[in-house]
């Protein structure tokens, strides 16, 4: 192993195989190897790295505040926000690392712990409530910005009335804690990500020992206001204004309970809270309610939808507005409409096959398992139509001892503020009933607080000699879950696939694709194991 050691200059050194930025999809060549050097010329220890003569610009880490994850036996993970000086310019940033063997990804990670020991003093426990003045994991991974506007939302009352009036959320958490009152009754509860304290409130008439609620926006406030004006509950509810990646506990918890479900389960990133407060505040084989989320996933077919975005595009046709041309930008238009995911209500009739699923165990999943998600599709279409995308939505289970409740955001069911969720593809495929339809549904995490969506779907050959055949027909887009559609309309009537007509002055298949704006990051290629698997 080439590990080149300069005690007298201060510096440890590792030859990399390769080195590259998750926000990107930029990796430096592989015939020219990267050198990773531990320093702390500055007086703070860093990690930076080296190809050819120089630095690498904008990669270096400072070990003050990074956290180094385990991918695979010779990748690794390297999250951690920016060193640079002007605090303006701070913004989180990973970066995955390719190593030789098994042998130097041991030795480097041992390197980075040494490293960061001598350069972060270890925390001291600190009192109820207090929060720490190292920078939390939740500020190294997410936008200043965003995180802002993300706390000023929920900080208001409109916005916590909106979740509280949604009667199928708000009635299905109180039927779970109420009968579970087994799970409750004498026991320590931390509410993770309270809001107005609601959940709280449902834990303390479930007889729950002492309730810590955790909220972290200016809704903290109105939190203590709603608990002091039901002081038979109250007495045992503590509210901590904080985060909960940095405050401090004065006890272990026996049940974490928590919203933390955004659309498609994993929007706004909450979930990795909620995982960081378990592995935080959780006493071993503690409950979480909920303790299980599913996505569920099938292709659809909606004639109506897919013309409504694309005729959205058709301002950018025309040729003499105000006497400029503008249908230059009519392409660009029309892929930028498509890169929205839908949000509204739709009929389960439109959908194609049956759906598939894809298990997040919270009890068990990791926070890093979230910075990507890679599902495998697999169908078989039940009918002859053109499928124009992919509709998704969540269920989340409620393990109780005494009762097992599911809270379900499914089409057909009654409708959520979820609502459901649709990725529409700017080129529909045809497909036959019987045919398989395969493809890919693949996230990426970005400091956002959201993800980057990649989806393929392909239509494979069908009929007799369909297993020596292959791929006929397949498309793909690139969409941004923080940037949806909410159409959230209630479900349309019902028209059969059959009778849904294309609108005649839609020619999308001579429309300009580029598909150098769909191709995905070639970063953290493993699939999940747990990709496409069903709750047993």
Known sequence: ???LARQKHKHLEFTLVAVSELSSSSVPPSSTPVIARFSADSGVAELRFR????FIDGFNVNLGTAQLFKLGPLKSLCISGSSDSNKEKSYARGVTILFKNEEESRDFHSAFEQWQNEDVTQGTHLPNGAI?????????????????????YYGQLLHQQNMLQDYVRTGTYYAAVIENRADFTGRVVVDVGAGSGILSLFAAQAGAKHVYAVE??????????????????GQQITVIKGKVEEV??????????????????VNERMLESYMIARDRFLVPKGKMFPSVGRIHMAPFSDEYLFVEIANKALFWQQQNYYGVDLTALHGSAFQGYFSQPVVDAFDPRLLVSSPMSHVIDFNEAKEEDLYEIDIPLKFVASVGTRVHGLACWFDVLFNGST???WLTTAPGAPTTHWYQIRCVLSQPIYVMAGQEITGRLHMFAHNAQSYTIYLTLSAKMWGPGAEQGGIIQSSSCKLDLKEPYYRMSQPQPYTTAQDQQPHQLLQPQDIPIHTNDLEEPKLLQQPLENSGAQLQ
């Open 403 to 405: 009762v097992q409740r």
């Open 248 to 265: 401090e506990l004065p006890e272990k918890a026996d049940i974490l309970i928590s919203e933390p479900m955004g659309t498609l389960l």
């Open 132 to 152: 720490s003045d190292v920078k939390s994991k939740f500020d190294n991974k997410i936008e200043p910005s965003s995180a802002k506007m993300y706390f000023h």
């Open 216 to 233: 972290a926006s200016e809704m903290a406030e109105y939190a203590r206001k709603l608990i002091a004006g039901n002081p038979s509950l």
């Open 1 to 3: 192993m080439e590990v």
């Open 51 to 54: 190809q050819d003569s120089g």
